[in-house]
């Protein structure tokens, strides 16, 4: 259902609600957006500021306008990027758990992969940044807080692999990571565990043994998944 916008950034707002319907599959795949004018009307909004939030739904893959057909609803998992999963990840004021361990997965899949690039390719200052963000964890007690800095820990990680596409990619998925950390933070292990971890990867790294970095972060990772099985219905 539709709801007419205030004044303030119209356009967001606008991308907010129909973005929301798309997803939630209220407007199906291949079904038409009602006529400017009518959704104007019913969002009490000017055409130019629906314009401006179409071109946007456009440009994120989740809609297509043509001259004459007008817009149409376009299946997102073949269109649209990984910037949309912190979008997928609500539903009904809860994170979606399905979503949620598909981002786990990922995560562990990734981890591995970049601690292995980091020990092959970490120069001495990469691992000295890592170090400090290990420094600030290690006075850091458990909750919210600790869980941001492991996550820091991870994208220094990333950038020590000196790759363009995974330091792209960790920016992408950063917003759903910040947005649920109150969330997130009950799935880290204890403090004593996190920080651990980081000592056990930067030895590893400092030895340049792929292998040993790959394994911590499986062994690491592989308590989330865990945990998320624990609260999905039996």
């Avoid at 356009?11 to 129909?18: D, G, R, S």
């Avoid at 440009?59 to 997928?88: E, P, W």
């Avoid at 020990?119 to 290990?134: F, H, M, P, V």
Wanted: with cysteine; hydrophobic share 40%.
């Amino acid at each position: 259902m539709l709801r007419p916008v205030g004044k303030q950034r119209v356009a967001e707002e606008i991308i907010v609600q129909l973005r929301g319907l798309i997803l939630k599959g209220d407007y199906s795949v291949g079904q038409k957006l009602p006529p400017e004018r009518r959704l104007a009307e019913e969002l009490g909004v000017n055409r130019a500021s629906l314009r401006e939030a179409i071109k946007s739904l456009e440009q994120m893959g989740l809609v297509k306008t043509r001259q004459g057909d007008g817009t149409r609803v376009l299946d997102y998992m073949q269109t649209a990027g990984i910037d949309i999963i912190s979008h997928l990840l609500p539903r009904d004021g809860q994170p979606n758990l399905d979503v949620l361990a598909d981002v786990f997965e990922f995560r562990r899949l990734y981890g591995r992969m970049v601690a292995r690039f980091t020990a092959e390719r970490a120069t001495a200052e990469d691992i000295a940044k890592l170090e400090a963000i290990a420094e600030r964890a290690a006075l850091c007690e458990e909750g919210e807080e600790l869980l941001k800095i492991d996550f820091e820990f991870y994208i220094g990680m990333t950038q020590a692999t000196h790759n363009r596409v995974l330091q792209l990619l960790i920016n992408s998925i950063r917003p759903a990571v910040l947005s649920y950390s109150s969330f997130f933070a009950m799935f880290n292990p204890p403090a004593p565990v996190v920080r651990k971890q980081h000592r056990d990867l930067i030895k590893a790294f400092q030895a340049r043994e792929a292998d040993k970095a790959a394994q911590i972060i499986d062994t690491y990772l592989k308590r989330w998944s865990d945990q998320l099985n624990n609260l999905k219905p039996q």
